[in-house]
């Protein structure tokens, strides 16, 4: 039986809208899930980095599942950042996700511990027999500390029903055909960087889970369908029309900037919780001129 699981080809990984008094506005994040999928998003992501997750309580996560299902009402699929670095907390986020009526969880390698491969094994080993969701692997070493190795993917892969895929942000490409060539062949792999999703299907990434998508999903899914196509001038092109917003919406820490980007279109405001602050008037203005210039092409 085929473990595939089909999240789309684009998951936006979404922002936490918040007021002006650092609380979850929710009206705003129905109307933020609503153009999501309006414009292109198949899956979309909440609670995870992207989202805030580290400032969020459990009761918020919860409501914020709720919300953003019923915003959806069935046209995208709901993806639940369920991952921690306590992996009781993790199995315990797993089974409320999968108690809320989550379609999938995004779990992470465990962040600041640094355990070994072994206990990496045991962590999502725990989770994995926790609930029968489809569960998504997440490895950011650049946040974590630790790199998952290729045979602990392949492990996982194997011996789990419901582990299905991988989000993979590392910036390493020879992994990723290391990965094709070790997981099974239904085993899905999403570019976790924006900037890395056309040269990752080159070697058969299936789509990304993006941040960019909050604004330019459309011409995200055109650049990855023309490249499915055979048209690859075309799809380099968008590509590279793309990147230098993909590089501004990191030029500081995320989600800081897709937050000034969504302000500017008029979405949402772009308040963040602490220690994250927003973009000073420098980086506002370099992120406001490369949004302009794509814009005007």
Request: with cysteine; proline share 4%.
């Given at each position: 039986?085929?473990?595939?699981?089909?999240?789309?080809?684009?998951?936006?990984?979404?922002?936490?809208?918040?007021?002006?008094?650092?609380?979850?506005?929710?009206?705003?994040?129905?109307?933020?899930?609503?153009?999501?999928?309006?414009?292109?998003?198949?899956?979309?992501?909440?609670?995870?980095?992207?989202?805030?997750?580290p400032t969020l309580?459990?009761?918020?996560?919860?409501?914020?599942?709720?919300?953003?299902?019923?915003?959806?009402?069935?046209?995208?699929?709901?993806?639940?950042?369920?991952?921690?670095?306590?992996?009781?907390?993790?199995?315990?986020?797993?089974?409320?996700?999968?108690?809320?009526?989550?379609?999938?969880?995004?779990?992470?390698?465990?962040?600041?511990?640094?355990?070994?491969?072994?206990?990496?094994i045991a962590h999502?080993?725990?989770?994995?027999?926790?609930?029968?969701?489809?569960?998504?692997?997440?490895?950011?070493?650049?946040?974590t500390g630790i790199?998952?190795?290729?045979?602990?993917?392949?492990?996982?892969?194997?011996?789990?029903?419901?582990?299905?895929?991988?989000?993979?942000?590392?910036?390493?490409?020879?992994?990723?055909?290391?990965?094709?060539?070790?997981?099974?062949?239904?085993?899905?792999?999403?570019?976790?960087?924006?900037?890395?999703?056309?040269?990752?299907?080159?070697?058969?990434?299936?789509?990304?889970?993006?941040?960019?998508?909050?604004?330019?999903?459309?011409?995200?899914?055109?650049?990855?369908?023309?490249?499915?196509?055979?048209?690859?001038?075309?799809?380099?092109?968008?590509?590279?029309?793309?990147?230098?917003?993909?590089?501004?919406?990191?030029?500081?820490?995320?989600?800081?900037?897709?937050?000034?980007?969504?302000?500017?279109?008029?979405?949402?405001?772009?308040?963040?919780?602490?220690?994250?602050?927003?973009?000073?008037?420098?980086?506002?203005?370099?992120?406001?001129?490369?949004?302009?210039?794509?814009?005007?092409?």
């Amino acid at each position: 039986m085929s473990k595939r699981y089909d999240a789309g080809k684009i998951i936006t990984a979404m922002v936490t809208p918040f007021n002006k008094d650092l609380k979850i506005d929710y009206d705003a994040c129905e109307e933020l899930v609503k153009h999501l999928v309006h414009t292109g998003s198949d899956s979309i992501l909440i609670a995870g980095t992207t989202g805030e997750s580290p400032t969020l309580s459990l009761d918020e996560k919860i409501e914020l599942l709720s919300t953003v299902k019923r915003a959806c009402a069935n046209k995208a699929k709901v993806v639940f950042g369920a991952g921690s670095n306590s992996t009781e907390k993790a199995v315990k986020l797993a089974k409320l996700a999968e108690k809320e009526g989550a379609d999938a969880i995004l779990s992470v390698v465990p962040y600041y511990n640094k355990p070994s491969q072994e206990g990496i094994i045991a962590h999502f080993s725990a989770v994995a027999e926790s609930v029968k969701l489809p569960i998504i692997l997440y490895n950011i070493p650049g946040r974590t500390g630790i790199n998952m190795a290729v045979d602990t993917v392949k492990y996982l892969a194997e011996k789990y029903e419901n582990i299905v895929g991988l989000k993979q942000s590392y910036f390493d490409l020879d992994v990723i055909s290391e990965l094709k060539l070790a997981c099974p062949e239904d085993f899905t792999i999403y570019s976790g960087d924006d900037s890395l999703t056309l040269p990752m299907m080159a070697l058969g990434v299936e789509g990304v889970i993006s941040v960019a998508s909050h604004l330019w999903a459309n011409e995200i899914k055109t650049m990855i369908h023309n490249f499915e196509n055979g048209n690859y001038l075309f799809a380099k092109n968008m590509h590279l029309k793309l990147y230098p917003i993909f590089k501004k919406l990191f030029m500081a820490p995320n989600p800081v900037p897709v937050k000034a980007a969504l302000k500017k279109a008029g979405l949402i405001e772009s308040y963040v919780r602490l220690p994250l602050v927003e973009l000073n008037d420098a980086q506002k203005s370099k992120l406001y001129l490369a949004i302009d210039k794509f814009n005007e092409e």
